[in-house]
């Protein structure tokens, strides 16, 4: 098999149909081979090979759990950060985790407390312009989302865009783009 098989990746849904997890490409047709899923996707244009045989490639499986990616309490750190795609409220600049901080958009000083329509991720430099004023986020949503799915952010930076088209069909529409929920 020729090509990036790093980047083969496969959706997992929840008995709900709702995406919960990406597992590589070794482990999807693990779980076909051993009847724990019901393959809904095949890749559209890659095969397995071998001397005698080739596989179709699993990229989304549906699989008897109940996890599930639905946001529930109030935020951490890193659920903010995910939520903005890691891009700063004030300027849009998408910096790493370390380069960035959160972002009362009340300040507490005002009365602003920690929670997903109060909090908006901030590079160092707005964070130390803003004070303790209050500005309009511009490039990031703050609300509550109903779905937060990371490992989904992450895998759609690198894989082919003919299965992600595929994936999209799969993904509530609030964890590709920040229409969110109260
Ligand atoms: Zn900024």
Not at 145 to 153: E, R, S
Request: aromatic residues 10%; charged residues 25%.
């Amino acid at each position: 098999m020729e090509g990036k098989m790093n980047n083969l990746q496969c959706l997992v849904l929840n008995r709900s149909f709702l995406p919960f997890d990406i597992i590589n490409w070794q482990k999807a047709i693990t779980l076909e081979f051993l009847g724990r899923c019901l393959t809904l996707e095949y890749h559209p244009f890659k095969k397995i090979k071998s001397a005698k045989k080739e596989w179709n490639l699993p990229i989304v499986v549906k699989v008897n759990s109940i996890k599930s990616t639905l946001v529930t309490g109030s935020p951490t750190r890193m659920m903010i950060y995910y939520r903005d795609d890691f891009r700063c409220a004030y300027c849009g600049k998408i910096l790493r985790d370390s380069e960035l901080t959160i972002d009362h958009v009340i300040p507490k000083s005002k009365g602003g407390k920690w929670k997903w329509d109060n909090l908006v991720t901030c590079c160092r430099e707005c964070n130390a312009k803003k004070k303790e004023e209050i500005w309009v986020p511009k490039f990031v949503t703050p609300a509550k989302p109903k779905f937060l799915f990371p490992k989904y952010i992450k895998a759609k930076r690198s894989v082919e865009p003919e299965v992600l088209n595929i994936w999209n069909k799969y993904i509530p529409p609030s964890t590709t783009k920040l229409i969110v929920i109260k």
